[in-house]
């Protein structure tokens, strides 16, 4: 029987030892576990406490969090005890940038050291992080270099980086003296306009100011008490003239282009300098190549910049759909990008739509005789030409040129509720297009289910919208033959909301002849020393009679454009502004 007692007493102990290493390893896992949830919680004090140094873990752990953020996760991965010597590994991933994309992933190796029943997290920061007993880290971003240009569509740079200053003029800055210097560089800067920004006694930005400007008082305004220059790079236009409204789209593809290839660094700060712990280098990034083009866009901000009311000028290629120039003038560039989105009554301009509709219909040739009286009651409706002009029965094509609204009312009227609504999708008016670089909006053309409301459709009124990109998309469609895939990015057309119909053979260079007849022998024959010049005008009511914007579409071989002028009270501001446009090319 002893043999069988001195076995039964060897096992028992052995029972009470593994017991013991198992309680061990269960109170090392609890103590790992709940450094890793500390550290996830971006809680440095309560990780500190875990640790064998806890004052230089709180430091050390506290400027992690403050450098680096706390959006990280700390998972714990193999736990063994060791006899008393813990070893662990941590498996820690942090998030940075704005969408939280960037993400950062490594195992780190610890140990523990047990005392009395407890454990102790041995403090070695590189546990934590890569580097971070090396010293402090931090995050940046790498811009790719060089970095990318956009360019307009011979090459020329449109948009390129730049460094610019900006003046912060802090409270009890003298405002006499930072006015005047900055006044013949920016009027709108006067002493009585930055003593008002300051009243709040927050410091302001007075102004944002490119090196040529900057260089002649740049040592004056720094030697001003509350003063401050502060550099940053921007993309602006290489030519400060221009203001197209395209180009806060270009930028911000550039943008999205940029922060697509953009790489990143996390650097430890140690004595010998800095020393990158972990990221990824910036991919290359080429120039984005633009449809724009810049001798038209100043030809076309000349044309409006004499209009004192709101104007915009856009102009389309019609073999490609790509946008040569969006322009306006300073008060439309006050209201925002009317050019692209601006949505107003397209009046005569719209009756290029209307004959579309009324010649696919069956209901006249451009040789039909028909009525042009200079007021008629149509439908309830009474429709007047401007000034009553009266042409009796004269053929289409001369309605046209001469703009009869009591011609075209009659037409659209014995049109089907959606007659128009077809016609204009056919011309790209009231579809809409997601393309790189830029957003718009052609309009809108309701369907008509009343005679009255097809009435006033049909001389471009009652609910029918366009923008002059739209007004420009259906001159381009008109020269085209069908509608062109508008695009700003060459090579990246806009995609469609919706396919319409296709434009009938003929009906295009139908309505072009007739475009040709307005300048030669209608309303628009101030452009006729333009050679093969196409075009018909618009004047829209708002409000009420005494109110009018003014309109041209045109068509000049493979150019189609549009030309708004708000408030203008008849087309001829606009038709005037197109001349000299064209003119200048």
Not at 51 to 78: I, M, N, Q, R, Y
Not at 119 to 135: T, Y
Request: proline residues 7%; glycine residues 10%.
């Amino acid at each position: 029987m002893r043999p069988l007692r001195t076995v039964t007493v060897v096992l028992l102990v052995a029972t009470l030892l593994l017991a013991g290493c198992s309680d061990a390893g269960d109170r090392l896992r609890t103590t790992v576990a709940a450094f890793a949830d500390a550290l996830s919680r971006g809680d440095a004090a309560a990780a500190a406490a875990l640790t064998t140094d806890e004052a230089a873990a709180g430091k050390t752990l506290g400027a992690l969090f403050d450098s680096l953020g706390k959006d990280v996760h700390v998972g714990v991965g193999a736990v063994d005890d060791n006899d008393g010597a813990g070893t662990f590994t941590l498996d820690t991933t942090w998030k940075f940038g704005p969408d939280k994309q960037i993400r950062w992933s490594y195992t780190g190796n610890g140990r523990a050291t047990a005392d009395g029943d407890a454990w102790k997290i041995q403090w070695d920061a590189a546990a934590v992080a890569p580097g971070l007993d090396k010293g402090p880290l931090t995050f940046s971003t790498l811009v790719a270099q060089p970095a990318a240009r956009v360019l307009d569509r011979t090459g020329a740079e449109l948009l390129t980086q730049h460094v610019v200053t900006l003046v912060d003029v802090a409270p009890g800055a003298d405002a006499n003296a930072v006015a005047a210097l900055l006044n013949p560089i920016a009027p709108t800067i006067t002493p009585a306009s930055l003593s008002g920004d300051l009243a709040a006694g927050k410091p302001v930005t007075a102004v944002t100011l490119r090196d040529d400007d900057l260089a002649p008082i740049e040592a004056q305004l720094t030697a001003l008490p509350n003063v401050t220059l502060r550099p940053q790079t921007r993309l602006l236009a290489t030519d400060r003239t221009l203001t197209s409204p395209t180009l806060s789209g270009l930028s911000e593809l550039w943008q999205q282009r940029m922060d697509a290839a953009a790489g990143w660094a996390v650097t430890a700060q140690t004595a010998a300098g800095a020393q990158r712990v972990g990221g990824a280098d910036a991919k290359p990034v080429g120039d984005i190549s633009s449809t724009l083009d810049i001798g038209m866009q100043r030809a076309a901000e000349d044309a409006l910049a004499s209009l004192p009311t709101p104007a915009a000028l856009v102009a389309i290629q019609p073999s490609t759909g790509n946008l040569l120039t969006v322009a306006q003038n300073a008060p439309a560039d006050a209201q925002g990008p009317i050019a692209l989105t601006g949505l107003y009554p397209p009046g005569s301009t719209f009756k290029t739509v209307t004959v579309s509709a009324a010649l696919q219909a069956g209901q006249v040739t451009p040789d039909s005789v028909v009525g042009c009286p200079g007021t008629e009651n149509i439908e309830g409706r009474q429709i007047p030409n401007d000034n009553d002009f009266d042409l009796g029965q004269v053929p289409l094509h001369t309605a046209f040129a001469r703009s009869c609204n009591t011609t075209m009312g009659r037409l659209a009227v014995n049109l089907p509720p959606d007659g128009l609504t077809k016609a204009a999708a056919q011309l790209g008016l009231g579809i809409d297009y997601t393309a790189p670089g830029m957003t718009t909006v052609t309009g809108s053309v309701p369907v008509a289910d009343t005679s009255a409301l097809r009435v006033e459709e049909g001389i471009g009124q009652g609910k029918v919208t366009a923008s002059p990109f739209g007004m420009a998309l259906v001159a381009a469609t008109l020269a085209h033959g069908s509608v062109p895939a508008p695009a700003i990015v060459a090579g990246q057309p806009g995609k469609a909301d919706r396919t319409p119909e296709p434009l009938p053979a003929g009906v295009d260079e139908q309505v072009q002849a007739m475009m040709r007849e307005t300048v030669t022998g209608g309303t628009a024959t101030q452009l006729q020393d333009i050679p093969d010049m196409l075009g018909k005008t618009g004047t829209a009511e708002y409000i009420d009679d005494q109110h009018a914007h003014g309109w041209f579409v045109g068509i000049r071989g493979d150019l189609a454009l549009a030309v708004f002028v708000s408030d203008a009270g008849s087309s001829t501001p606009a038709v005037d502004a197109a001349g000299r446009f064209l003119r200048a090319l």
